[in-house]
């Protein structure tokens, strides 16, 4: 059936060719690919890129409150919500608790995924069972992350919780500890529960990405004898680089708008006293637990957004240059061998 | 990012010359192996242990919880439990479960069918504007959702559809990582000489589309889907902007957030029995379609 089809199509390829009205036809049916982008472009517009320029209106005018008649354009100070949020101390509290987490949930996260794959990526003495670690390792991530920050608030809960329970009974512990009571301890389960659900997720990604390199790389250093672990520095890990920066860059993005775990965790503000209030906490705060403030939430989403994309292009940025200043020096020393052949070429005459 | 993509998921097989039967090299692997094993053995054990927890005190009544806060057997209060969740408070299982079921395939079937679409205008057709089109969708691709939330909030409350499931899912035919992954998967796979006979005989680019290039394209179709309804599900910053007034549309993951409330204090058996019936869907589907996930996830990482 397959190659009856394909041999009508050599068919059709040679009568395209040959007659003209067909060809006209074709030119007409590659207008569909306009039509076809429509329902998408229609939908961006609308859903995606409004709301996008509204937002940046927004944060430029004195919008508040749910039903207000009239928004108007700031006209003396333009750039007074920017101002009014960069001063105010929870926008600043937040930002920091962002990265912080972040950074505590990123590096481990990035170092333990690093050495499982190394591990389930050996040629020699091969661990066994990897499907079934990969199956467990990612499961969390697919656990709505507003249950299970729940689920780990209940289990550290206070006084009676499992985990409490557990380090009375075991003596680490003389009484139960208020855990998510502890400004630090409540940062810290935040970052933990990030990690436990994204490390399995970076690792698939991270082996997936040395099963593309080129295994013949690995061959030859098999046969110059060396070590796995020698191995894996020089060679796969120079070749994971784009794997990891771009893991780093979509990371980072989840990062900094990060909301389901601190929103659920503990009282749904950031608590306590504000140890976990991210970003998009405050921003949503700005709005529904207060007087709609949309001018303070649109700033501080703008604000964001502007971070998001100055690390973005930090980081492509050190990506490329990088590169290209390697191609530069293997451009020289590939001249610099022209150069060498072409000299031994004259001295050599007509050798 | 075109690096992720092109994995051809081929394990280099390689064939070690060097002799390994020298105790002390022997000696070494063993070491190693019993490391690793111990380590990852404790990683599943870790990712286990919570939602053990949460099952087995699921059966458990609040005084058994209050003496053990862990127990490995599973008791017999589960009916009672459910009982509990079901009757009092707010927290409602099955209504969370359809609202949430509505949502996510609604917004999973226009996602898929519509990217499909968009990828398929991006492979087939020579059109002026496709490079900088795919450039376009290339940028747009990690532009997080939570930042223009505010403008999408104060719009959808102006043309009065908050309180809709309609904002949740119509966005979701622009779904540009969807239409990144269909694009990279179809631009091998499509057999171009295919459509051009379908079209000697007469069937237009429409239907094309549905006899041809949808059943084609079955396997990525099924990949994406698992994901775009699995992270439509676990959604809750926007649901929990647009339907956080009312109560009889809160989806799944914003029914959690009642688990909070005072009522629930000192049922803790209750509080688990909730919880585990907010991410039992989950499981399940984890559980039959974890090999496509794993492979799916290897293949694009394209999420959320």
């Known amino acids: 059936m397959k190659s009856l089809e394909t041999e009508n199509a050599n068919d059709v390829a040679v009568e395209v060719t040959t007659e003209a009205p067909i060809r006209h036809r074709r030119l007409n049916h590659n207008a569909f690919g306009y039509i076809f ?25 004195n919008a508040r409150g749910l039903d207000q008649e009239k928004i108007s354009l700031l006209t003396t100070n333009i750039f007074d919500n920017y101002k009014r949020i960069l001063d105010n101390s929870s926008f600043r509290e937040g930002f920091v608790n962002t990265f912080a987490i972040w950074i505590m949930n990123f590096i481990p996260q990035m170092l333990l995924a690093l050495l499982l794959t190394a591990w389930f990526t050996r040629h020699r003495n091969k661990i066994r069972g990897q499907g079934f670690f990969k199956v467990v ?10 249950s299970v920050a729940l689920l780990f608030s209940a289990l550290l809960g206070y006084p009676i919780g499992p985990v409490n329970d557990l380090l009375v009974k075991s003596g680490v512990l ?34 997936s990405g040395v099963l593309g390199i080129n295994p013949e790389i690995f061959e030859s250093a098999d046969v110059d004898g060396a070590s796995e672990f020698k191995t894996f520095i020089h060679i796969t890990l120079p070749n994971l680089k784009p794997i ?21 965790i503990t009282d749904g503000n950031g608590g306590p006293r504000n140890a976990t209030l991210t970003n998009t906490i405050f921003i949503y705060n700005q709005i529904f637990s207060g007087d709609y403030n949309y001018k303070n939430a649109s700033a501080a989403s703008m604000l ?13 940025i050190m990506l490329t240059d990088k590169d290209e200043a390697q191609e530069k020096k293997e451009n020289k020393k590939r001249m610099k061998e022209f150069r060498r052949a072409q000299k031994l070429a004259k001295q050599g005459g007509g050798f | 990012m075109t690096l992720i993509m092109d994995n051809n998921g081929v394990q280099p097989e390689l064939t070690s010359i060097q002799e390994e039967n020298r105790p002390k090299k022997k000696k070494k692997a063993i070491v190693f192996k019993i490391v690793a094993y111990a380590v990852c053995i404790f990683l599943a054990l870790l990712s286990i242990f919570p939602f053990w927890v949460m099952f087995i005190n699921a059966t458990r009544s609040s005084p058994e919880i209050k003496a053990h806060g862990v127990s490995l057997i599973p008791s017999t209060h589960l009916a009672q439990n459910i009982d509990y969740i079901t009757k009092q408070g707010e927290f409602k299982a099955m209504r969370g479960f359809f609202n949430s079921l509505i949502i996510s395939i609604g917004s999973t079937l226009c996602g ?40 999408f909030y104060k719009f959808m409350y102006k043309i009065h559809m908050t309180g809709s499931f309609i904002p949740l899912i119509i966005p979701s035919v622009a779904a540009a990582g969807t239409v990144f992954f269909m694009r990279q998967y179809m631009k091998p796979s499509l057999p171009m000489e295919i459509l051009q006979s379908a079209r000697i005989d007469g069937a237009g680019e429409i239907r094309i589309f549905h006899t041809i290039v949808l059943p084609l394209m079955k396997p990525a179709m099924a990949t994406q889907a698992i994901f775009a309804f699995v992270n439509s599900w676990n959604q809750l910053f926007m649901p929990q902007m647009l339907l956080l007034r009312d109560k009889t549309k809160y989806t799944m993951p914003m029914m959690v957030s009642l688990l909070r409330g005072d009522i629930y ?5 209750a509080i688990y029995v909730g ?30």
Do not use: C
């Open chain 2, 275 to 304: 919880l585990a019936m907010t991410v039992l869907p989950l499981f399940i589907v984890y559980f039959l379609l974890s090999k496509y996930i794993i492979a799916g996830i290897a293949l694009g990482g394209v999420k959320g």
């Open chain 1, 244 to 264: 990891m920066l771009y893991t780093l860059v979509t990371s980072l993005i989840g990062g900094i708008t990060m909301y389901d775990i601190p929103k659920s």
């Open chain 1, 304 to 316: 964001i957004f502007l971070v998001i994309l100055v690390l973005s292009a930090f980081v492509f």
């Open chain 2, 112 to 151: 898929i069918y519509f990217s499909t679409m968009t990828a398929f205008a991006l492979v087939a057709y020579e059109w002026k504007l496709k490079n900088a089109f795919f450039t376009f969708i290339m940028a747009i691709l990690m532009i997080p959702a939570q930042l223009t939330g505010i403008g």
């Open chain 1, 137 to 146: 390792f990612y499961m969390p991530n697919i656990i709505t992350a507003a």
């Open chain 1, 37 to 61: 982008s429509i329902p998408f472009v229609i939908v961006y517009l609308i859903f995606h890129l409004y709301p996008t320029v509204y937002t940046v209106f927004l944060s430029f005018t």
């Open chain 1, 174 to 207: 003389s009484k139960s500890y208020y855990f998510m009571n502890d400004k630090t301890i409540a940062r810290i389960v935040v970052a933990f529960i990030q990690f436990w659900m994204w490390y399995g997720y970076t690792m698939i990604i991270l082996i």
């Open chain 2, 265 to 269: 204090k000192t049922e803790f058996g």
